[in-house]
């Protein structure tokens, strides 16, 4: 039987992207979003690659409108199988720029929208013990940069949300799966309607990846959602790592680049639109796309992220080459009459530490 999920968020950028591989799959989607005119044009993208569309504008900001958008969703289509929260908004500005009810608004869209999608799912999931939440995080949940501070703390508090949801999950022994997925810098439309007030165009930091690379992933999380997040890029993996190694040489490396980094040399439009209290593909706008602007600077696939939804594979094969390794070296110093150091030791030296003479292999057998 066909799936039915539910993406927020679902009229550009990663949602789009990500609608579009659910239909191929024949899934019913149901697409979440304000901006009727990127809906409409989702619908159309999903229905001709298979599946099913059913738009429901919808702020996720609202809690009563998500749980009018999930009744609707099954009514049209049966129980929801899978939820994916992947609706935001941000501002790109220096703290003290950012008026207090645009950071609330952020917080309301990009952190709360999560969570009234999270309970519209789980009224729904729980009953019959099963069903998947994917939440779509973010790099900068993990390693917050300048000028995005409403955005990173939100996306911090996804994460800390949905860890104390998946224990409060598995102490219950629920069918129910929630797993996280953290996206790097992904090119969607989101840097030409993003309410901004640098000098330059907003631009995502390099490496950019394109949304089929997002899309791709957040799939994978849903078919295999017993893992508890995974990681898309390189530059999503190599920033966590950074931040536990050496969190403040990185806070003077971001101090330094950040700022530079997130806009282009080209000066903003002054009548650039602003998706914060409006969509910018309303009623009087234009359909988007899932792309953004910045095609020729975007990678289309990330080899160590499709590498590292295969953890057991991968481990497989570089414990087969270790090994293959080994009884080569085994083999060479057979053949020289060699003889090899101690495991863990340096020649000369025994496992023990006291100086002496490293004993042959016929000696340290077992």
């Not at 990500?18 to 619908?43: C, I, K, Q």
């Not at 609202?62 to 199988?81: C, T």
């Not at 703290?95 to 608004?105: G, H, L, N, S, V």
């Not at 069903?131 to 501070?149: H, K, M």
């Amino acid at each position: 039987m066909s799936q039915t999920v539910v993406i927020t968020g679902a009229s550009a950028g990663i949602g789009r992207a990500t609608a579009r591989l659910f239909a191929e799959r024949g899934a019913n989607v149901v697409l979440l979003a304000r901006g009727t005119t990127g809906l409409d044009a989702t619908a159309a993208d999903v229905e001709a690659r298979g599946g099913r569309a059913l738009t429901v504008p919808t702020d996720v900001a609202d809690h009563a409108q998500v749980e009018s958008a999930a009744r609707a969703a099954e009514e049209a289509f049966g129980p929801i199988d899978i939820w994916v929260n992947n609706g935001f908004v941000s501002v790109f500005a220096p703290f003290t720029e950012i008026e207090p009810d645009e950071y609330r608004r952020v917080t309301d869209v990009t952190y709360l929208g999560f969570v009234h999608g999270t309970r519209a799912a789980l009224r729904r999931m729980l009953p019959r013990d099963r069903g998947t939440i994917v939440q779509v995080g973010s790099a900068l949940g993990e390693r917050s940069v300048p000028l995005q501070s409403a955005y990173c703390g939100a996306k911090h508090a996804i994460n800390g949300f949905t860890s104390a949801l998946r224990t409060e999950l598995l102490h219950q022994g629920s069918g129910v799966n929630v797993t996280l997925v953290k996206m790097p810098a992904v090119n969607t439309p989101q840097f030409s309607w993003v309410l901004s007030r640098l000098p330059g165009h907003p631009q995502p930091v390099a490496p950019i990846y394109q949304p089929e690379v997002a899309a791709r992933a957040i799939v994978h999380a849903a078919d295999h959602p017993r893992r508890k997040q995974y990681a898309v890029g390189a530059s999503t993996m190599a920033t966590v790592l950074a931040n536990k190694l050496a969190p403040a040489l990185l806070d003077r490396y971001l101090a330094r680049t950040g700022f530079d980094s997130q806009q282009t040399g080209e000066p903003a439009p002054a009548d650039r639109p602003s998706n914060l209290w409006e969509p910018a593909d309303g009623k009087d706008g234009h359909d988007y796309g899932a792309h953004g602007i910045f095609d020729e600077h975007s990678a289309a696939r990330s080899p160590l992220t499709t590498l590292a939804r295969h953890p057991a594979p991968v481990a497989g094969g570089l414990l087969g080459a270790a090994l293959g390794a080994a009884v080569l070296t085994r083999t060479a110093l057979r053949r020289r009459g060699g003889r090899q150091p101690l495991l863990g030791g340096r020649p000369g030296v025994s496992l023990h530490g006291v100086p002496g003479r490293v004993r042959s292999r016929r000696s340290d057998a077992v």
